[in-house]
């Protein structure tokens, strides 16, 4: 059983910053992708970012190129999404998820196990 707990969400103005973590717990297993979903009320959840295990493999959504960057460490089985340049379409609940190894950009199906997710307001 795996558990994921994410933080650091909040408030900030339009063109601010913030720094996602996502603490995984249980067994994880050797090896696991990690990443990071968004959905806004009454929107369709998104795909944003994700990492393999090694690092050397990361996938970004065309709508945060450039402004996010995905980050782990395996040591403390931890995922981090840096978040620059905010915008107000950046408003979401954002839920980190674990699965296996990755090979393309994944669907929300490629994950197994889900945190519960952190809120992201960007005001204008």
């Known amino acids: 059983q795996v558990q994921l707990v994410e933080s650091g969400g909040g408030l900030v103005q339009a063109g601010g910053s913030l720094r996602l973590s996502c603490a995984a717990s249980?067994?994880?297993?050797?090896?696991?992708?990690m990443g990071w979903f968004r959905q806004a009320p009454g929107q369709e959840r998104e795909f944003v970012a994700a990492i393999n295990w090694n690092s050397h493999g990361t996938y970004y959504a065309d709508s945060v190129k450039g402004r996010f960057t995905i980050s782990r460490d395996n040591a403390k089985n931890t995922v981090y999404l840096q978040m620059n340049s905010l915008k107000p379409e950046d408003t979401a609940i954002y839920r980190c998820?674990?699965?296996?190894?990755?090979?393309?950009?994944?669907?929300?199906?490629?994950?197994?196990?889900w945190g519960q997710g952190t809120q992201v307001t960007v005001s204008s």
């Open positions: 249980g067994r994880t297993g050797s090896t696991y992708a």
């Open positions: 998820a674990l699965g296996p190894q990755l090979h393309e950009v994944p669907q929300a199906s490629n994950f197994g196990y």
